[in-house]
């Protein structure tokens, strides 16, 4: 399995930016975006089923993100709205062979090279 992220950049408050994860190999496993901040831990951001394109999300994104996926494209996106400065961070996608949902980075087994997202205030 191989992701490739991409998308990311600059955008001031209350902005959006949408960033993609292309794979190859995942077939049917579920995909999911972290982020990173400076100094601080990997966080779980949403995740999206293959199948059946169930969604979770992180309580801090609820409502302002949303997560998608194209199979035809082999590819997931997430579109993040009403950005915030504390959303600045490195977004990574990860792939993980369950059908269900996960937060745990733990449970995912292949990551994408991260892509910066920086929100100014």
């Known amino acids: 399995v191989q992701l490739q992220a991409s998308g990311g950049g600059l955008v001031q408050a209350g902005g959006s930016l949408s960033v993609s994860c292309a794979g190859s190999?995942?077939?049917?496993?579920?995909t999911g975006w972290f982020r990173q901040a400076p100094g601080k831990e990997r966080e779980f951001v949403a995740s999206?089923?293959?199948?059946?394109?169930?969604?979770f999300y992180a309580d801090s994104v609820k409502g302002r993100f949303t997560i998608s996926r194209d199979k035809a494209k082999n590819t997931v996106y997430l579109q993040m709205n009403s950005l915030k400065p504390e959303d600045t961070a490195l977004y990574y996608c990860?792939?993980?062979?369950?059908?269900?949902?996960?937060?745990?980075?733990?449970?995912?087994?292949?990551w994408g090279q991260g892509t910066l997202v920086t929100v100014s205030s």
């Open positions: 999206i089923t293959w199948n059946l394109g169930t969604t």
């Open positions: 190999g995942r077939t049917n496993w579920a």
């Open positions: 990860a792939a993980g062979p369950f059908t269900g949902s996960s937060t745990l980075a733990s449970t995912y087994n292949f």
